[in-house]
């Protein structure tokens, strides 16, 4: 089997936010990067601009180009596909606008069409802000959802994996009272499901799963909560019925002391907070956000637009780093099967 050259999209995210700043500064901290190319897309003035601004690299050394059969990956270029969606005089520095909002989403549909036709073998979302995007008219709850419309995909999950912890969520932005009644039986068996499918292609040393139950003490059999005993236990059963290595519903008090010491390929839980905030304490800088379920490999930073901090030199870029070698693992790895 002949490998296509490792290609490498990084979307831009909202021009108000970090975005752009950790990109730049990737870019002067990490060139030349090994084993793989880069393509950035974006808007090259904005790039231009914060480069200068924050003086992190001379912004000479961005490549413009309007398709991919155009980029050259030579040492010291940096290829921008120059989808030239916003001036710099629209952008408001650190606040939430539609025309920020609707560039960050195509910067994202862009980068979705080249994955699937196959010119990039992975794709790096910098991070967008969802009151930006929505007041652009596009209605989404994050990236996962615009990544599952745009590849018609329905089956799908978000994982963060923090190095020794991953976690993957059965349901995401959720408001709390709303979560018990989107724990379905279904729901957790396919989340389970997913999570095996993705560890025994990428991480096939260490399949095993961890589920967390949703009520203190997992319910204590039922005295706090049915959750566990009529849908995340009967999810398990399904799955271990199926040879898939899996266990619980546990604690979430007692789990993540168990699961940070990297006995578990992954942990599945039934809320956002239940996972991101062990995970964010283990690895607030270098988390990375994964969307399983996708027929592309999206990978994307842990973080937010940070606008309190945007245009300043102040944001750290490990997560973007974490984020681009992620995505290059899982690229080669999904060459070799």
Known sequence: MVRKKIIIGITMGDPAGIGPEIIVRYFQENNP???????????????DEIAK?????????????SSLSEARFDEGLINVLDLKNIRMEQVKIGRATDV??????????????????????????????????????F?????????????????????????????????????????????????????????YQWLAKFYPQKTNIAVCGLNPHAGE??????????????????AQSENIPVEGPYASDTLFYRAQRGIFGAVVVMYHDQGLIPLKMLAFDTGVNITLGLPIIRTSVDHGTAYDIAWQGRAKISSLIAALETAAYLAQRNQEK
């Open 33 to 47: 990067h090994r084993g793989y190319d880069i393509l950035i897309i974006g808007d090259r003035s904005i790039l």
């Open 100 to 137: 920020c909002g609707k560039a960050s989403v195509e910067y994202i549909k862009k980068a979705i069409d080249l994955c699937k036709k196959g010119d990039l073998q992975a794709m790096v979302t910098a991070p967008i802000n969802k009151e930006a995007m929505n007041l652009a008219g």
């Open 53 to 65: 601004r924050i003086n992190v690299y001379p912004s000479s050394n961005f490549y413009s180009i």
């Open 221 to 238: 059999n039922g005295l706090f909560g049915r959750e566990e005993l009529d849908c995340i236990s009967p999810a398990i059963a399904k």
């Open 139 to 195: 209605h989404y709850a994050g990236h996962t959802e615009i990544l599952a419309q745009s590849t018609n995909t329905h089956n799908y999950s978000m994982m963060l994996d923090g190095g020794s912890l991953r976690v993957v969520l059965v349901t995401t932005h959720a408001a709390i009272r709303d979560v018990s009644s989107k724990i379905t039986q279904d729901r957790v068996y396919r989340t389970i499901c997913l999570t």
